[in-house]
């Protein structure tokens, strides 16, 4: 399998409001970067679409080091969180509904063709690769202003 670095961040003017996502992928000393945006979306949906589109970029199955600020995506997989609410029919431990099912449900069958690690880095830390995916992200969702 071929080793790849992922950066990704989301980011929403308004929560729910305009949003934007970015993601760099590395292989070797090749470099890609994707973004986009919605005009009425989350963070969390914007974090977690940059992670699947990210995923969904990779052509062959591939062992990925996965870098998010995103607590909440980080959590949902480390944690396990994700797959009790999918065995429970999408409700969460307190028998809320889980939310972002639609992109959980896009995302789970890319963790099954790739082996993803994912790694927290703390927001406006300073990371050079979270911050280009923050600026990315940021400059998609202003283009829809």
């Not at 797959?83 to 992109?103: E, H």
């Not at 703390?122 to 690769?129: E, M, R």
Request: contains cysteine.
């Amino acid at each position: 399998m071929k080793n790849v670095e992922i950066y990704t961040d989301g980011a929403c003017s308004g929560n729910p409001g305009k949003g934007g996502w970015g993601a760099i992928l590395i292989y070797k000393n090749e470099k890609k970067e994707l973004c986009g945006a919605a005009a009425d979306t989350t963070n969390n949906r914007m974090e977690l679409t940059a992670v699947i589109e990210a995923l969904k970029a990779l052509k062959f199955p591939c062992s990925v080091n996965l870098t998010t600020d995103s607590k909440y995506v980080c959590d949902a997989i480390n944690k396990g969180w994700v797959y009790l609410w999918r065995k429970n029919g999408w409700k969460k431990a307190d028998k809320k509904p889980a939310l972002n099912v639609d992109l959980w449900e896009e995302l789970l069958p890319l963790l099954e063709k790739h082996s993803v690690t994912f790694n927290w880095v703390k927001g406006h830390s300073g990371h050079p690769y979270n911050e280009r995916c923050d600026r990315m992200a940021v400059r998609e969702y202003l283009k829809l202003q």
